[in-house]
């Protein structure tokens, strides 16, 4: 699954959310689950191929990013046991994850740009035609409040954004409640007949 969105918008979109990084903190990943009915996740593939790497970022092999979002993806999801099939197409197109800099005066942040795609197995085609665009930003700690760069690896900065990104995924679903019907009620059991002779137990 390949983004439709050029590398020059993901670029200007990149220098954006550094722009507002600054006055902005991230939200804590909220375990609470969100409700979609009947989903259930099948497969969750993720691509990094082509992401654009953003100013003054630390390099990430697109494995790395594949193995994060991927295993981010199946913990968050696996609370769904929905009878219903989905698949999640999932492409990174942009990220900065921050390298050590000059706190309060020059505190890089990291950030992740994707494009997310919904599959419905029944229907045999994607939900959303145009990949639905989702950007994140760290989420505000002790270690990240100068700048993460000083303070964690690039795999922790991975994990950090993984975490949002997938949370942001899960809200977005929530947010379309017509793409999951209801689970289909079975009757209501019958009960068995005593036999003749016998009352209720």
């Known amino acids: ?33 969100v409700e979609l009915d009947n989903f ?24 790395e ?36 800099g000059i706190p309060v005066i020059a505190a890089p942040k990291s950030v992740l740009i994707l494009g997310v795609t919904l599959w419905d197995d029944a229907a045999g085609g994607k939900i959303n035609d145009t990949p639905h665009r989702i950007t994140v930003l760290e989420s505000l700690s002790g270690e990240t409040v100068f700048s993460s760069g000083l303070t964690q690896s690039a795999e922790q900065q ?3 954004l993984a975490q949002n990104a997938v949370l942001a995924i899960e809200n977005w679903l929530a947010s379309n409640p017509d793409w999951f019907p209801p689970r289909v009620q079975g009757p209501d059991p019958v009960p068995v007949a005593a036999a003749p002779g016998q009352g209720p137990a």
């Open 1 to 33: 699954m390949l983004s439709t969105f050029t590398l020059p918008r993901i670029s200007l979109a990149l220098m954006a959310a550094l722009v507002l990084s600054a006055c902005a903190s991230g939200r804590e990943l909220r375990d609470e689950r």
């Open 40 to 63: 259930y996740l099948g497969h969750a593939i993720v691509v990094a191929e082509n992401a654009t790497v953003g100013p003054a970022s630390r390099r990430a092999e697109p494995e």
């Open 65 to 100: 990013w594949q193995e994060s979002l991927t295993a981010e993806m199946r913990r968050r999801f696996a609370r769904y046991d929905g009878d219903r099939l989905y698949h999640l197409g999932v492409s990174v197109d942009g990220y900065v994850l921050a390298i050590p």
């Open 158 to 160: 991975m994990q950090n």
